[in-house]
Structure formats: structure tokens, C-alpha cells
């Protein structure tokens, strides 16, 4: 039994998967933070526990991630375009807002991409 999980480990899949799963879970970190800021909290501890889902290893479960992840960029998006109103409407500076905020959503963006990624090759792996 041994000899059979050591002959099917790959450890450049593992440190794949491994990075993978640290660049999922933060951006699902990020993603709370942004939800507690709001005092969403229950949905904060949701997204906090969303990343257990990679336990199943069923493409289900990534593609529940994937979805969230967009979903996320999107809720990233609609409150910073309005405070960004409110910052030129009173003369504030906005740009390191809204670099910061771009930067947030492409990596939240980026994330989905590891898992789409990740979905595609295992349909392609079973095919």
C-alpha cells in the first residue's frame, strides 16, 4: 500500500496544488476582511471557511470556489466605485484607492484563473 502512494506521488503536482490552495485561500482572507469591514460578519466566516471545500478533491467543489471568487471581484468592485464618487465629489485623493483596490481584484481574479485552470485540466485528465 505504501509502495503504491509513493509510486503516485508527484511532488512538482503537490507544490502545484499546495501553491494553488495558500493563493485560493488568500484571496478568500482578503475577501472576509473586505465582508467584516462591511459587518457581514457571518458571510465573513463563511468565506473564512469556503477554502475547507478543497478537502472533497471533487470538481465540484473548485468550481464552487471559482464562482465565489468572481462573485467576490464583483463585490470588490461596486462599493469602491462608489466611495471613489465620494472622493472626487469632495476633492479627496483617490488614485493609491483605487490601485490598491485594482490590485485586490486582479489577484481575486487571478485565483478564480487557478481554478478554472485546475478544473479544466482534471475534465481533460479524465477524458
Request: glycine share 0%.
Amino acid at each position: 500500500m505504501v509502495a503504491f502512494f509513493i509510486a503516485k506521488f508527484d511532488a512538482k503536482n503537490y507544490r502545484k496544488m499546495t501553491l494553488r490552495i495558500v493563493l485560493v485561500s488568500l484571496a478568500y482572507v482578503l475577501f472576509a476582511a473586505h465582508l467584516s469591514r462591511h459587518n457581514l460578519d457571518p458571510l465573513a466566516l463563511v468565506a473564512l471557511l469556503l477554502p475547507l471545500l478543497f478537502a472533497f478533491k471533487k470538481a465540484w467543489a473548485t468550481k464552487v470556489l471559482e464562482y465565489v471568487l468572481y462573485v467576490a471581484a464583483i463585490l470588490w468592485i461596486i462599493p469602491s466605485v462608489q466611495i471613489v464618487k465620494e472622493r472626487m465629489a469632495e476633492g479627496m485623493e483617490y488614485t493609491r484607492f483605487v490601485l490598491i483596490i485594482s490590485a485586490i481584484v486582479i489577484y481575486t481574479l487571478f485565483a478564480a484563473y487557478l481554478l478554472h485552470k485546475s478544473n479544466k485540466a482534471a475534465v481533460e485528465k479524465h477524458e
